[in-house]
């Protein structure tokens, strides 16, 4: 019941995609005009004005500067104009149909192939998609993320060649969206490589590690550990004091989006912030612009966390009472999203400011799972038609 009450929603809201869509779009620019942590424009002007790169030299590296750059030395654009965006958008929108037909492919043991059309029109419904339609780096960090999980796929079948180059070639596009990016790619292949050699070569330990007790066990040891290496590794220590200091900024506590943040010396420093930025916004009504977009992105998160536990329930499920070996990879890409989860919002937590700046970084790994979620979507639905 719950499956076709699930798949007549997501049919009623695929439909409506492109309405949505331009309603994400004109409140994406009305809160822009209120908030500029949500503002992106910076990575068009920059092509434009290079005194932009003397106060943020990161906007005029990567790979989006050079492709907004050599689209305006092609076309012969001198300043910013309409034609200039569209064709942006234009060369943006085939980059991501491009991978999202590269990786259609991937896992189709357990889940329908569905065409990248379609996908790509699912994720116009949510509003993190802005971000990742933008030409600006997020564009570039979701098809870095498209590529890591097709090598999952590739790990999987043992085919280990075609898994490294995989994941080579992503940590080369995530190095080039941002400087720091290419670390959680790293260390979330590093930690699914080891999870498959030391728990998938056993269906009882994959039934064991993969049970939510489990799951819940081992996210607490992580968060527990985690919290103590910050105040020994010296890199970090020395970054949470620089953040910190960096916080009492004006330009970060003027935000009406800043986090309420702990001393760097409190023990639960780490685990706050890791709370901050993997749950927050909630709905938040220090004005009406706030008030629009914490709750708009809060309704997405809440979906994404519902989708998700309904996805992992049933896959498990299937796996357990049948023991179908279709399902292991179910249930491992699962749990290289839940480890993926776990490493980027780590990464990202200890330097966010603000919950704005957090839903842009967040960005590329929702979409990710917007787009397991409409395969899985689309597996039920096959189902229930047949």
Same mark, same amino acid.
């Given at each position: ?39 992106? @424009? ?10 932009? /790169?003397?106060?943020?030299?990161? &906007? /005029? ?34 980059? &991501? ?53 097709? =090598? ?13 180059? &995989? ?7 995530? *190095?080039? =969206? ?9 260390? =979330?292949?590093?930690? @699914? ?7 998938? @070569?056993?269906? @009882? ?59 760097? *010396? ?13 749950? &927050? ?54 749990? /290289? ?50």
């Amino acid at each position: 019941m719950i499956y076709r009450l699930w798949f007549s929603i997501q049919k009623i809201a695929h439909y409506y995609a492109p309405i949505i869509f331009f309603t994400n779009i004109l409140l994406f620019i009305f809160v822009s005009s209120f908030l500029t942590v949500t503002d992106n @424009s910076s990575y068009v002007e920059s092509v434009f004005d290079s005194d932009i /790169c003397i106060y943020q030299s990161s &906007l /005029c590296k990567g790979w989006a500067y050079t492709l907004n750059y050599s689209l305006a030395k092609v076309f012969l654009f001198e300043k910013i104009s309409f034609w200039y965006y569209l064709i942006q958008y234009a060369v943006y929108t085939l980059l &991501l149909l491009t991978v999202l037909y590269s990786i259609r492919k991937a896992f189709n043991n357990s889940f329908t192939v569905t065409p990248p059309f379609n996908t790509f029109r699912f994720l116009l419904l949510f509003p993190s998609f802005i971000y990742i339609f933008q030409p600006g780096k997020e564009s570039f960090q979701f098809i870095a993320l498209c590529i890591l999980f097709y =090598s999952f796929h590739f790990l999987s079948k043992k085919n280990l060649f075609i898994s490294f180059l &995989l994941f080579f070639i992503s940590c080369i596009i995530s *190095n080039g =969206s941002h400087e720091l990016f290419v670390w959680p790619i790293i260390l =979330s292949y590093a930690v @699914s490589l080891s999870l498959y050699f030391l728990i998938f @070569s056993s269906l @009882s330990r994959i039934k064991f590690f993969s049970s939510v007790k489990s799951v819940l066990i081992l996210t607490c040891i992580f968060v527990f550990v985690t919290s103590l290496l910050i105040f020994v590794v010296p890199y970090v220590a020395d970054a949470l004091l620089f953040y910190d200091s960096h916080a009492l900024d004006d330009v970060n506590t003027l935000s009406t989006t800043s986090y309420l943040r702990l001393s760097p *010396n409190n023990p639960f420093y780490f685990a706050f912030a890791l709370f901050n930025f993997s749950f &927050l916004p909630f709905p938040t009504f220090s004005s009406f612009p706030v008030a629009i977009f914490s709750t708009v992105y809060f309704v997405e998160f809440i979906y994404c966390a519902i989708s998700s536990w309904i996805f992992y329930n049933d896959v498990r499920f299937r796996f357990c009472s049948l023991f179908d070996s279709e399902q292991k990879n179910a249930i491992f890409l699962f749990l /290289c999203l839940f480890i993926t989860f776990l490493v980027i919002s780590t990464y990202w937590s200890i330097g966010t400011l603000n919950w704005g700046t957090a839903i842009r970084h967040k960005a590329p790994f929702i979409c990710l799972i917007h787009v397991l979620n409409f395969r899985y979507f689309r597996t039920i639905s096959h189902s229930i038609i047949k």
